[in-house]
Every structure is written in C-alpha cells, then in structure tokens.
C-alpha cells in the first residue's frame, strides 16, 4: 500500500518518523544546552528567583505571546479573504497554533506551512490560496524584522554595537539572509514566470541527483499545482494595500512576541532598561538565531539569549529570564499546538 502524502488524505510514514526523529534531537540538543548553562551555576539561585517571579506579570507574558499567532492568524484571514475565499478568525487561530507546533519542530521551520495548507485544504481553502497565501505572509514576515532592524540602524546604532559586539557580524548575516529571502520569494509571488524557472532549476538539480526518478510525471503534477498556484498570485501581485495592512499588523505581532520577554524581565524585579531596550535584545537573538537550521533554534536561541541579557542583569537572573521567556513564547505555545492538532485530527475522524 502506498504512503498517503500530506496533501492527500494524510500524513505519510515517513513525515511521521521524520518529526518523530526531529523531537528526539530537539531534546537531546536541550538536555545538553540545559547542562551546559547551568553547569557550575547556582540552582538554588536560580530556583528562588524563578519562584519569587511575579506570576501577575508572567500571565502579561502569556497573552502577548498568544498575541503574537492570534495577529498571524488575523493577517491569513486578510490576505485570504482579500483573495475572494473565506475564513473564521477560530480557523485562523489553529492554523497558526499548528504551523507554529511544526515549524517547531523541523529544520529552518520547514514543516509549518506544508501543515498549514493541509488542514486549510481540510477546510475549503484550495491549495493555490493557500500556498500563495503563506508565501505572501512569509514575505511580510520577513519585511517586518527589517523594518524593525531598520530602525535599530538608524536610531540606536551605538545600542546595537555595544551589546553585540564581536557578534555584529552574526547579525550582519542575518539580515543578508532576509533581504536574499525577500527577494527570492517576492520573485515566486510577484513575478509571473520566476516560480516556474525556479521550479524548472529545481527539478533539473533532483534529477540530476537522482532524487527525482520519472522526470516526466513529477513535471506534470508540477504544472497542475503551478496553475492553481498562479491563480491566487495573480491577485495578490494587483493588490497592495492588503500588503501594507498585513504589513502593520506584523509589526505588531512580532512586537509582540518580543515585548514578551520585557514582561519576564518585569516579573523578575528587573525595572533597569527600557521596554524598548528589552525588545531590541531579543530582536537580535531573532535575527542572529533564526537563520539557523535547528529546529526550533533549540540550543543556540538559549545559550544566545543568556549571553545577551547577562549584560544587564546577572547572569543567574539571565538564566531565570531566558527558562521563563523561552517557557512562555516557545514551549507553552508548542504544547498548545500539540493540543489543537491533535483535537483537530480527532475531530476529523469522527465528523
């Protein structure tokens, strides 16, 4: 019997042993992170810190960060329904809890929207909309940081050189990164034959490699999908206020995900830099760490983020905040992905 793709009526085996092997490395890189940080470090410190953590300023922590995938689900439903298709806000919301869980989960957040566009399709939402539809947020997404870093480079540069310091140039790559991103993508979205070539490139390189077999039928399968992916680029590429509404709205969201760490600081008596200051921080694990295939940046999102942040606050206190902020913005909202997937699915088998 054949393996049922995830655009099809299912999640193949071998996705399924993929996130399966995905988890177990994120665990162990964790486990090895967790001792690595803590190693020669005071628990006990560390512990009653954690335990005289305001928990008012914590529950600020945990909405900001549903904030930030509730306004990702707010911006697919614009740029969805800007698209001629409809969409509730409820359906939003849990594809943006399942993408977060899979992009989680797999190298370079990989596996999030290939999940997203499954369960849209589930819903109605075909998968030309839906495809362009996630490529057009990504874009945004990107666009957002840079705006954001922009800012940092215009207003607060001595700010940025003397907390990074011989790390700038880590910083450097990562904004190159998502400028080279944009640029590829928005070639996809916006130019009408650039999806095509890319794919054509694509396809040349597996065969060559021998990764794809029948050249043939892998090419015809690509030009149906090509054609329902054309259809909704085609409206996108005539429609720019809904890139400059979702451009907004993702200003907020990722403002958000960062503010979320300013509320931890908050909870743990840490009053001495500015909101703002707190944002710029953990910007720049975003932009130094996101670049790197892990999933989840597990590991190096944390061992950056201590090293950061010990430069205004001890580096126990550092620990506390990264186990909090990282609790908060990360693995809650992991859990919560779990819990809707799988509620999800249950509730497909029975309807």
Request: net charge positive.
């Amino acid at each position: 019997m054949k393996e049922k793709s995830i655009t099809g009526k299912g999640i193949s085996m071998r996705k399924k042993k993929t996130y399966v092997f995905n988890i177990i490395l994120m665990i162990v890189v964790l486990a090895f992170t967790f001792y690595t940080l803590l190693h020669g470090e005071d628990l006990r410190e560390i512990l009653s810190v954690l335990k005289k953590a305001d928990k008012s300023w914590l529950v600020f922590a945990a909405v900001f960060a549903v904030a930030y995938l509730v306004l990702q689900a707010v911006s697919l439903k614009v740029i969805v329904q800007s698209a001629g298709t409809s969409m509730k806000l409820k359906d939003g919301v849990k594809y943006t809890f399942i993408g977060f869980l899979f992009n989680a989960i797999t190298p370079s957040a990989s596996g999030g929207q290939p999940m997203q566009v499954y369960y849209m399709r589930q819903d109605g939402v075909s998968v030309g909309v839906s495809s362009v539809a996630l490529l057009f947020w990504t874009i945004i997404y990107k666009v957002a940081l840079m705006v954001i870093e922009g800012i940092v480079l215009l207003f607060f540069r001595g700010f940025l050189h003397q907390y990074l310091g011989h790390y700038y140039w880590l910083f450097v790559l990562g904004m190159a990164v998502n400028l080279v991103s944009i640029v590829l993508y928005s070639i996809v979205v916006f130019s009408k034959n650039g999806v095509r070539n890319l794919a054509l490139l694509g396809t040349w390189i597996c065969h060559k490699l021998r990764i794809i077999r029948n050249k043939k039928r892998f090419m015809e399968r690509l030009d149906h999908s090509l054609e329902l992916y054309q259809e909704g680029a085609v409206y996108m590429r005539t429609h720019w206020e809904v890139f400059f509404v979702v451009l907004g709205i993702t200003v907020l969201q990722r403002i958000s995900f960062f503010t979320v760490t300013w509320f931890v600081c908050l909870a743990l008596g840490q009053h001495g830099a500015s909101p703002w200051e707190i944002v710029m921080l953990q910007s720049f694990v975003a932009v130094c760490i996101d670049i790197l295939p892990l999933p989840g940046g597990v590991g190096v999102n944390e061992g950056f983020f201590v090293t950061l942040f010990k430069q205004i606050m001890s580096r126990s206190t550092a620990v506390s905040a990264m186990l909090l902020s990282r609790g908060v913005n990360f693995y809650i909202l992991m859990i919560i992905g779990a819990v809707v997937a799988v509620y999800t699915s249950a509730r497909k088998v029975t309807e």
